[in-house]
């Protein structure tokens, strides 16, 4: 198992370019998230989804699309780069089972840097 | 999701256990204590969570207190790898609410 996958790693884009943050996960889990941890800081949810076609809205989503066409897939979209979305991006999936829960395995992270 | 308060910082020697406190006085009674850690630069890790037993797993224990309003997080022989910073979360197991709330954590240092 890979676990959860988040390419690229590191981007470079100019204000006001557009791009598609990967995230992908190989263990059927119905939940995934989208994080996004300034320096210094927690990570602050950006949208989720709790299953394929199924979207939502976290704490700070202004800026973002996501869709979640596949279990396996949820790409995180930025429309207009600002500086503003300088950031280290986080994706991570879950599970649960007969009401059990179980813990978040979060991917290796994109570093972006808007100029 | 009830709020939690962590230290901001501690320290522990190597060898030694590191107990890790966390005050969540306002939980309900269908939430869970999660605990993760995020060594630098990397995604957090899920470390342990419980209900209102104590639990061991291979990383760590749990202690949770009988009122449920506070719990300690035990790394039995801290190592240099276990700096980092530990979150403790309080969460609701059902739809929207299985999303986690970060606060801004405990930075453990271990030392040699």
């Known amino acids: 198992n890979a676990g959860v996958t988040q390419t690229p790693k590191f981007q470079v884009l100019k204000t006001g370019q557009s791009m598609t943050l990967q995230c992908a996960q190989d263990m059927n889990h119905e939940y995934m998230s989208w994080y996004r941890q300034d320096p210094g800081m927690g990570l602050r949810l950006i949208h989720y989804s709790v299953g394929a076609g199924i979207t939502d809205q976290g704490e700070v989503p202004n800026g973002y699309n996501v869709s979640r066409s596949t279990t396996e897939d949820f790409p995180l979209r930025l429309l207009s780069a600002a500086p503003s979305q300088t950031s280290v991006y986080f994706c991570?999936?879950?599970?649960?089972?007969?009401?059990?829960?179980?813990?978040?395995?979060f991917g290796s992270g994109t570093r972006l840097t808007v100029v | 999701d009830a709020k939690t308060t962590q230290p901001p910082s501690m320290d522990c020697a190597e060898g030694r256990a590191a107990n890790l406190p966390c005050n969540h006085s306002?939980?309900?009674?269908?939430?869970?204590v999660y605990w993760y850690r995020q060594i630098h630069s990397q995604g957090p890790q899920y470390i342990i969570h419980g209900l209102k037993n104590n639990e061991t797993n291979e990383m760590a224990s749990l202690i949770i207190t009988e009122d449920r309003k506070s719990s300690t997080l035990i790394l039995p022989h801290a190592t240099l790898r276990d700096t980092a910073v530990y979150y403790c979360i309080v969460r609701r197991s059902s739809g929207s609410a299985r999303q986690l709330t970060f606060g801004s954590g405990t930075q453990l240092t271990v030392l040699p």
């Open positions: 306002t939980i309900s009674g269908n939430e869970y």
């Open positions: 991570a999936s879950s599970y649960s089972r007969r009401g059990a829960n179980y813990g978040y395995t």
